[in-house]
């Protein structure tokens, strides 16, 4: 059986981040999990974004429940299969300039959540979406986590306890994606991708800056927030 691996690569302003398992549908393991998490915080510093997308037919089906650390109490549980995803999620989230994930086929549990956890979801007509762990009777609560800023808590939580698959539109409808292509959603995120690339990295920066940090704080500080991050690029463009 084929561990799987992540691939890097950087096309021109555009860093490829991959997830190749296809037999596996992507499952990741949790040496994936943590070359995925090293790989973002890697990013070239000269990229304007990232590209996250799987291999084959399915972005990614999961976590693969193969493979994980025997443990015997909750700090061990928290430590050696907890923390190596929440770490995943973090890199995200720190990684300075845009993340955009494609998504075809199946995003079900981690998958799904690592999609939503980007920053723009761009997903093809025929892809699917599902948080199956309660089917086991497992609370979701890591990717409750990943995508509670991206879909309201309503339809989170139906989506969660029902156990229904979605398709890339009422995702979309949800917050869950971004924008919805037909065919190939690789292919489909190059207009946005050449959009990106052609933009100044500072002003990509300050846009993914107060999108992460303006839902935290009050309207004072995030009107002031807006206005320094405004003034920083206008003046790096003066000087």
Do not use: W
Request: proline content about 6%.
């Amino acid at each position: 059986m084929s561990a799987g691996a992540i691939l890097s690569s950087l096309d021109g302003a555009v860093a490829r981040l991959v997830i190749d398992r296809t037999e596996r549908g992507n499952l990741l393991t949790l040496d994936m999990v943590t070359a995925l998490a090293a790989a973002m915080r890697a990013v070239p510093a000269d990229a304007k974004a990232v590209h996250l997308y799987g291999v084959g037919a399915d972005f990614c089906r999961g976590r693969d429940p193969a493979g994980s650390p025997a443990t015997a109490t909750a700090l061990d549980v928290r430590a050696r299969l907890i923390e190596p995803i929440l770490s995943l999620y973090e890199a995200i989230a720190a990684c300075p300039i845009p993340v955009v994930a494609s998504v075809n086929g199946a995003a079900r549990g981690l998958g799904a959540a690592l999609a939503g956890a980007c920053d723009v979801t761009i997903a093809s007509a025929t892809a699917r979406f599902a948080l199956p762990e309660m089917e086991k009777d497992l609370p979701p609560t890591l990717a409750i986590s990943a995508l509670m800023r991206r879909v309201p808590a309503k339809p989170l939580a139906y989506l969660v306890l029902s156990l229904d698959e979605i398709d890339a539109q009422t995702a979309r409808e949800i917050g869950l994606v971004s924008h919805v292509v037909e065919g190939d959603a690789v292919a489909g995120a190059h207009p946005f991708l050449a959009t990106l690339a052609a933009r100044s990295r500072t002003a990509l920066v300050a846009v993914k800056d107060y999108l992460r940090a303006a839902p935290e704080i009050g309207p004072q500080p995030r009107h002031d927030l807006a206005a320094n991050l405004l003034a920083c690029v206008l003046s790096s463009r003066a000087s």
